[in-house]
């Protein structure tokens, strides 16, 4: 079962920076990182910079599809008004299934603000633990949503880069 897991940086540079404690803790195998993606959002910009973290992960288990999606649902509907919120409320409909909730775009748009930063991990076999510690010790919060074999499925089939595409 795979783990999306949002730590939240109280700094726009702590999500860049905690990469290599990502890094590390995948080298030593206390976690098998499937996708990963950051999030820094400079104080007075209107909205975030996002990148995928390709480095950690190769070309990603998800692709660009997703995280642009999420991403668009966390921070571009809010400032982009109800006619592109209905649009992309539609295409949010599959996130949902797949365990990527309401409650989950609320919590992760309330923490992630101007001034801050934010690492997306979608990874497997971590030892919980190791893997908090290590991060906490940077500062990080986190928020987090645990998929089911079929959501990661459902999202997998929605989002996957595939050769065929």
């Not at 590390?24 to 990182?33: A, N």
């Not at 295409?91 to 609320?106: P, V, Y």
């Not at 801050?116 to 940077?138: N, P, Y």
Request: glycine share 10%; charged share 25%.
């Amino acid at each position: 079962m795979a783990t999306l897991t949002v730590w939240k940086f109280d700094t726009a540079d702590g999500a860049q920076k905690a990469l290599s404690v990502l890094d590390s803790l995948r080298k030593r195998q206390l976690i098998q990182v499937e996708d990963a993606a950051r999030v820094s959002w400079e104080e007075g910009a209107k909205r975030p910079k996002t990148k995928e973290v390709g480095k950690l992960t190769g070309a990603g288990a998800l692709g660009g599809a997703f995280w642009g999606l999420l991403f668009g649902l966390l921070f571009l509907v809010p400032l982009l008004g109800a006619a592109v919120g209905a649009g992309l409320g539609a295409l949010a409909g599959s996130l949902s299934k797949a365990g990527i909730d309401d409650d989950f775009i609320r919590q992760v748009r309330e923490v992630v603000t101007p001034g801050t930063s934010a690492l997306f991990v979608l990874s497997r076999d971590a030892v919980v633990e190791r893997v908090a510690e290590e991060f906490r010790a940077t500062g990080a919060e986190l928020i987090t949503t645990n998929l089911s074999a079929e959501q990661e499925e459902l999202l997998r089939e929605a989002f996957a880069d595939t050769p065929d595409r």
